[in-house]
């Protein structure tokens, strides 16, 4: 009960809604399906995009992971209850975007899962204010 207290929470389309200040998951009324997008930080000593997904799929020992590259990015698969797949992209000049979803999701649920979580984060806000020059 912790965690909500710094965290928001929705229901909407059958998915609840968990947004904190990094990271928004959506899981299924029924425990059938999930999906998450997180904002990471670098690590100092991985210096490539590549090699941070390597590590992020380290993290999940034991989960018989599958790489896979991908035009988009590196992608990975992992099995832990239901099949699972994640992309781990680089985001902003210096941190990193992990897209993750298990179970049975549509890629038109994804997509849309995908928007609502982008515009909770504010993402394209964030990319946006970094485009522009500075002024001094």
Do not use: H
Not at 64 to 80: A, E, N, Q, T, Y
Not at 92 to 108: M, Q
């Amino acid at each position: 009960m912790g965690l909500l207290s710094c965290a928001s929470y929705a229901q909407d389309n059958g998915f609840d809604e968990y947004v904190t200040d990094k990271s928004v998951i959506y899981k299924k009324a029924d425990g059938t399906a999930s999906a998450e997008l997180s904002v990471l930080n670098p690590i100092i000593n991985i210096p490539t995009t590549k090699d941070y997904a390597q590590y992020v799929m380290d993290s999940y020992q034991g989960w018989d992971l599958k790489p896979v590259i991908d035009l988009r990015g590196f992608s990975f698969k992992f099995v832990d209850n239901a099949p699972c797949s994640g992309l781990v992209t680089y985001y902003d000049g210096r941190s990193y975007l992990l897209f993750k979803s298990c179970g049975v999701v549509s890629s038109d649920e994804l997509k849309d899962l995908f928007s609502r979580a982008n515009e909770k984060l504010k993402l394209r806000e964030t990319l946006k204010k970094q485009a522009r020059p500075n002024l001094y």
